[in-house]
T-cell receptor, first 110, second 116 residues
Framework: GESVGLHLPTLSVQEGDNSIINCAYSNSASDYFIWYKQESGKGPQFIIDIRSNMDKRQGQRVTVLLNKTVKHLSLQIAATQPGDSAVYFCADCRDDKIIFGKGTRLHILP | SQTIHQWPATLVQPVGSPLSLECTVEGTSNPNLYWYRQAAGRGLQLLFYSVGIGQISSEVPQNLSASRPQDRQFILSSKKLLLSDSGFYLC???????????????FGEGSRLTVL
């Protein structure tokens, strides 16, 4: 299950570098995956989604990669900026349930 | 356009007191509705979800309950709050990926509950 009770892991990235945030999911029946960004004191914001019949999708400065063989999802942020500092969650959809992963805190170094 | 409202935004309640958080959605029909809880510095835990009026699925055994008396209204309740119920509660809605919908979850503003 998801480790929602644990403190969030932190990824520190130099401003301008690329960030890669990883997520593992357990249910091979999940057919849809979403990445969210949550800034302090706010609700999660949608970043990008991907369906299970795809292995890559690109947005503005973000790319999501899906590896169904190892049940792994990643979010790549190009040219990381101070405004990217937040907690990032992946979520997978199974039937009508939307389950969030444990999240990663992205810290931007000046 | 669709909007979601959640209230109250903040509340402080004593242990053993009841709770009622309300969420309403406008501008859509037959949405899927969700209640999540987020403890400080933690992830989002799915508590309840509903695919229709009167249909509630519970994810985690606890002293909370949910109800959906109307299509676009979702209520989170407790008869007696525990200290461990403190957290940030988020209501959300979506129309799952069908016919071009993205399936994006749309979140309310959140309700911060402190149980003393």
């Amino acid at each position: 299950g998801e480790s929602v009770g644990l403190h969030l892991p932190t990824l520190s990235v130099q401003e301008g570098d690329n960030s890669i945030i990883n997520c593992a999911y357990s249910n091979s029946a999940s057919d849809y995956f979403i990445w969210y960004k949550q800034e302090s004191g706010k609700g999660p914001q949608f970043i990008i989604d991907i369906r299970s019949n795809m292995d890559k999708r690109q947005g503005q400065r973000v790319t999501v990669l899906l590896n169904k063989t190892v049940k792994h999802l990643s979010l790549q942020i190009a040219a990381t900026q101070p405004g990217d500092s937040a907690v990032y969650f992946c979520a997978d959809c199974r039937d009508d349930k939307i389950i969030f992963g444990k999240g990663t805190r992205l810290h931007i170094l000046p | 356009s669709q909007t979601i409202h959640q209230w109250p935004a903040t509340l402080v309640q004593p242990v053993g007191s009841p709770l009622s958080l309300e969420c309403t959605v406008e501008g859509t029909s037959n949405p899927n509705l969700y209640w999540y809880r987020q403890a400080a510095g933690r992830g989002l835990q799915l508590l309840f979800y509903s695919v229709g009026i009167g249909q509630i699925s519970s994810e985690v055994p606890q002293n909370l309950s949910a109800s959906r008396p109307q299509d676009r209204q979702f209520i989170l309740s407790s008869k007696k709050l525990l200290l461990s119920d403190s957290g940030f509660y988020l209501c959300a809605w979506t129309v799952l990926p069908l016919a071009g919908n993205t399936g994006e979850l749309f979140f309310g503003e959140g309700s911060r509950l402190t149980v003393l």
